[in-house]
């Protein structure tokens, strides 16, 4: 299936642990992103990789550390957990519009990873 | 600053009966504007973009919406509701940023569906 992967679906853990969620696209794409969906269902990018470089990079904290090793795999590993970092983090994926210059491409979804911090 | 106001938090319809779901947008310039749909547990699906062009675009499951640039709008419409509508729907605008783009979403409208 072509699609937007992200492991593990659930990851329950304790407060000052550190765990990584992992995402693959097949799409071909060359741009993915991390977003966060709070308790009130809230969607907030945090950051953007486009072939395996950081472009967006949206005032999240230091504990959180994306690495793309290549362009279609992006995980985002999480040091010292709090209890504010329970969520759900969906991984996306979309192209850089070459032929439509300063235009915007749809983003395809992962099915997100809901985190919880005890 | 751009941003994505939905104004309704949480709306009810019966089965069959028709939907619009209201979403307001600021964005200076040309704005590129999506519809995505959040099933219980699941990720977001895409329904619906407008880049261009005619401004009543056609979706999946029967979804429609229209852009209004006077009044700044691209509500969503569906003539008649399936209880499998139940869900949550995200109002978005893509930014460019940088040569880059990045969606911006609104807080989105929670539709439950009576029998």
């Known amino acids: 299936d072509t699609a937007v992967s992200q492991t593990p679906k659930y990851l329950v853990t304790q407060m000052g642990n550190d765990k990584s969620i992992k995402c693959e696209q097949n799409?071909?794409?060359?741009?993915m992103y991390w977003y966060k969906q709070d308790s009130k269902k809230f969607l907030k990018i945090m950051f953007s990789?486009?072939?395996?470089?950081?472009?967006i990079n949206e005032t999240v904290p230091n504990r959180f550390s994306p690495k793309s090793p290549d362009k279609a795999h992006l995980n985002l590993h999480i040091n010292s957990l709090e209890l504010g970092d329970s969520a759900v983090y969906f991984c996306?994926?979309?192209?850089?519009?070459?032929?439509?210059?300063?235009?915007?491409?749809?983003?395809?979804f992962g099915p997100g990873t809901r985190l919880t911090v005890l | 600053a751009q941003s994505v106001t939905q104004p309704d938090i949480h709306i009810t319809v019966s089965e069959g009966a028709s939907l619009e779901l209201r979403c307001n947008y600021s964005?200076?310039?040309?704005?590129?504007l999506f519809w995505y749909v959040q099933s219980p547990g699941q990720g977001l699906q895409l329904l619906l973009k407008y880049f261009s062009g005619e401004t009543l675009v056609q979706g999946i499951k029967g979804f429609e919406a229209e852009f209004k640039r006077s009044q700044s709008s691209f509500n969503l419409r569906k003539p008649s509701v399936h209880w499998s509508d139940a869900a949550e729907y995200f109002c978005a605008v893509g930014a460019i940023f940088g040569g880059y783009n990045k969606l911006i979403f609104g807080a989105g409208t929670r539709l439950a569906v009576h029998p």
């Open positions: 996306a994926s979309s192209l850089k519009l070459l032929h439509r210059p300063g235009g915007v491409n749809e983003q395809f």
């Open positions: 799409l071909g794409h060359d741009t």
């Open positions: 964005y200076g310039a040309t704005p590129y």
């Open positions: 990789y486009n072939n395996k470089e950081l472009i």
